[in-house]
Nanobody
Framework: QVQFVESGGGLVQPGGSLRLSCAAS????????MGWYRQAPGKQGEPVAG???????KYAEFVKGRFTISRDNAKNTLYLQMNSLKPEDTAVYYC?????????WGQGTQVTVSS
């Protein structure tokens, strides 16, 4: 069972940037399609971005043009570069396989966008 550990969150002002990382255990990360997901307080979780094992990407409409998902298979790591952050991006961000697996959720990393 692969496990994921997210990091890189924090407090940032509107318009700022953050880069999230997701470290995966095991040695078969490279074959997984992966995704970033988020859950804001009082709201359901939602997918943010996804990337296939071959590097094809997809994004939710609300982050297109602002967020970039990438992966480094040699480092077993998934990234999410977040630019032009908005207060509505405030949430706990998680990585998981795509489609997500219930037994693979990590602790997430908190992103707070506020002035």
């Amino acid at each position: 069972q692969v496990q994921f550990v997210e990091s890189g969150g924090g407090l940032v002002q509107p318009g700022g940037s953050l880069r999230l990382s997701c470290a995966a255990s095991g040695n078969i990360f490279r074959i997984y399609a992966m995704g970033w997901y988020r859950q804001a307080p009082g709201k359901q979780g939602e997918p943010v971005a996804g990337i296939t094992s071959g590097g094809s990407t997809k994004y939710a409409e609300f982050v297109k043009g602002r967020f970039t998902i990438s992966r480094d298979n040699a480092k077993n790591t998934l990234y999410l570069q977040m630019n032009s952050l908005k207060p509505e991006d405030t949430a706990v961000y998680y990585c998981n396989r795509d489609p997500s697996r219930a037994d693979s959720w990590g602790q997430g990393t908190q992103v707070t966008v506020s002035s």
